[in-house]
């Protein structure tokens, strides 16, 4: 009887797989292609939410092209006004316009290269739900902190930063990905255990605050060279609910691979 309510609560959340494309690749025609591959790779999939995050300049022609199938478009940043005088941002509302339901927010290139602090993190958070797209908040440890023995606190000052006075039903349209700096474009994943750990604690902190409603239902992705021979090991963990891809998702094969590992769970 227990086994069987504890599974009723795992199948409640879907597998989402997001691809970020980062900055890629370098032409309009090569970008289509890529959509073109994805589009035939992923069509045999029926379960698992599938997104893609091209750059800005890829957003409408991907939006276009995968029109009609199941795989939605994400974009990779924004600026948290809608308008004004800010050269060389984007807004929530022209990512709507644009035909996104995603945006990722606060990776950890951004924080570092960008200076993104945990304040940003949460305007942008707040802009992107205005106009209900739905954030995909990116946290995670340095190599540093995770040595130094700092990286729950590292993450949990991240998450509840950027969730601060966010409603219940906010948080039901809110996804966060865990990536360790020290994982992402190195070859070095997180073992299944670590990832695990640290998914749980994510979920604990939520619950802290929220519903164990909520908890039960946030999802959590994981990120850091997640490839198609580590996939299923990592997204097969009972809070782990699917991954951020970076460097694999380039390639529609290797993508669709990691789509497959989360639908098999599914
Ligand atoms: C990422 O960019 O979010 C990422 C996880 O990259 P990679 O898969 O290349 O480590």
């Not at 209900?132 to 998450?159: A, F, H, W, Y």
Request: proline share 3%; glycine share 6%; charged share 20%.
């Amino acid at each position: 009887m227990q086994v069987e309510l504890i599974d009723k609560t795992y199948n409640m959340r879907n597998k989402l797989i997001a691809g970020n494309w980062k900055l890629n690749p370098a032409t309009s025609d090569s970008a289509l292609e890529l959509c073109r591959q994805l589009k035939l790779r992923l069509a045999p999939f029926s379960k698992a939410k599938i997104v893609v995050c091209p750059p800005f300049t890829a957003l409408c022609l991907a939006v276009d092209l995968l029109k009609g199938t199941r795989i939605s478009i994400g974009a990779q940043n924004l600026y948290w006004e809608d308008s004004g005088a800010y050269t060389g941002e984007i807004s929530a509302p022209m990512l709507k316009s644009a035909g996104c339901e995603y945006v990722i927010i606060g990776h950890s290139e951004r924080r570092l290269f960008f200076h993104e602090t945990n304040e940003n993190v949460h305007h942008k958070i707040i802009a992107a739900q205005r106009h209900n797209l739905i954030p995909i908040v990116c946290v995670g440890e340095t190599l540093q902190q995770r040595e130094s023995g700092v990286m729950k606190d590292v993450v949990m000052e991240q998450v509840t930063e950027a969730l601060r006075g966010m409603s219940e039903q906010a948080l039901q349209n809110l996804v966060i990905a865990y990536e360790p700096v020290w994982a992402i474009g190195t070859g070095k994943t997180a073992t299944p255990a670590q990832a695990e750990e640290m998914h749980e604690f994510i979920r604990s902190l939520i619950l802290e605050d929220f519903t164990k409603s909520v908890s039960d239902q946030m999802l959590i992705l994981y990120g850091g060279s997640v490839k198609p021979d580590n996939a299923r090991d990592l997204l097969q963990n009972t809070n782990i609910d699917g991954a951020l891809v970076g460097g694999a998702c380039l390639s529609a094969e290797s993508f669709s691979e990691i789509v497959r590992a989360g639908e098999e769970l599914l």
